[in-house]
């Protein structure tokens, strides 16, 4: 199933409580070595979440702060797995280390044009 471009709502329903509508918006992006990531943001939540399918899982992100663009974490209260930033149409995916150390995964992200 896809999610419809930006500016789609969705409606939740949750087990005894009413449905809630939340902005989400789906957006494609071409990375170096041909890859491809569909990344689904949903900006009405606290905090905005970001979802990315990555080795066969999807993956939740919870937006956490960033000193210029966008940055999402897989666990924001250790700060450890996969980080994606994005700024304007470009991105990029890390993986951050208990450690410390950081790896970059998927560089040179970019949206493509939807047909």
Not at 5 to 27: P, T
Not at 100 to 106: K, N, S
């Amino acid at each position: 199933m896809r999610l419809a471009r930006s500016g789609a709502a969705l409606v939740l329903a949750c087990a005894g409580s009413a449905a809630v509508a939340v902005d989400v918006s789906q957006l494609d992006y071409g990375c170096e070595r041909g890859a491809q990531v569909a990344a689904i943001y949903i900006s009405d939540t606290d905090p905005a979440l970001a979802i990315l399918q990555i080795e066969g899982r999807q993956v939740v992100f919870q937006n956490v702060p960033s000193g210029s663009g966008a940055r999402y974490a897989e666990d924001p209260a250790r700060e450890i797995g996969y980080i994606w930033w994005t700024k304007g149409d470009e991105a990029f995916l890390t993986w951050h280390a208990e450690d410390g150390q950081e790896t970059d995964l998927l560089r040179d992200c970019r949206i493509t044009p939807t047909e």
